[in-house]
């Protein structure tokens, strides 16, 4: 697709308000309350499944634009979204990707695989979504691509540092942030040798809080160990600092393609 023309395409459609309909609610056995996800069905019977993780804004899966799914669904995938625990409507405590998250994922995705069929599974994940992502790859065999972004790869190296990740970890998430191996649990480099999935990261050049070197530290360790990771360094988005989906989709369109057919 013309660069110009996906540009229209997402600067039209970011008016559109969320697909209310596609949202349901449905019990959970990790935090004995409920689970909010979104399921977005193309018709064809086993497509590929492609589930977006949100960062870190309060309303969960409908702080992700309806537009960017259904442009998956429009090529004949299943698109689903998930709340993790503290966010939108999923009941529980945030605990930064820690234990409650990731089974609550692993419910979430178990029951729409049940419900829909699936020929393969991929993620793409923003913010602390793509972090749980990655770590989801270390305990299921399905994931066949994860595409994250604006993520952190080493999270004892901020601890203490007292910069905007370090800050909002403390004030938002419900872990023992003091207990190294709580810390260890959730970064990504210390897990490089249990992650499956082949990665496509992206890194915003213009962070104020990952520094280029965390990014290269975690594709090395994943080089060394022979896995598949791309990693694609791009400007910010002026208003937001990070890299935007529409960068996103232009770069990994084809790759989560080949890899989910």
Known sequence: MNR????????IFQLHSFDEQSVRLINSPVEGGQIELLLMKPGAKNPPLLLFLHGCRDEGLKSIKTEYMSHWVDKGYTVAAVSMPGFGETSGVRDFCGPKTLATLNYAIDEIKKEVGVKSL?????????IAAILLSTQRDDLKCIVASNITYD???????GDLLDQ???EAY???????????KRSLLYLADQIKAPLYLFYCKDSVVIKEDEVRDFVSALEWLEKE???AIKEGD??????TYPV???EAEEWVESHLW
Do not use: M
Request: glycine residues 14%.
């Open 229 to 231: 990771c791309h990693l």
């Open 155 to 161: 999270l004892p190296r901020h601890y203490g540092s």
């Open 168 to 170: 909002r970890v403390h």
């Open 174 to 184: 419900d872990f023992d942030h003091s207990d190294e191996n709580e810390l260890q």
């Open 4 to 11: 110009y023309i996906l540009f229209l395409f997402f600067a």
């Open 122 to 130: 991929g993620i793409i994940g923003c913010g602390h979504g793509g």
């Open 248 to 250: 996103i989709l232009n």
């Open 238 to 243: 002026p208003s937001s600092g990070r890299v």
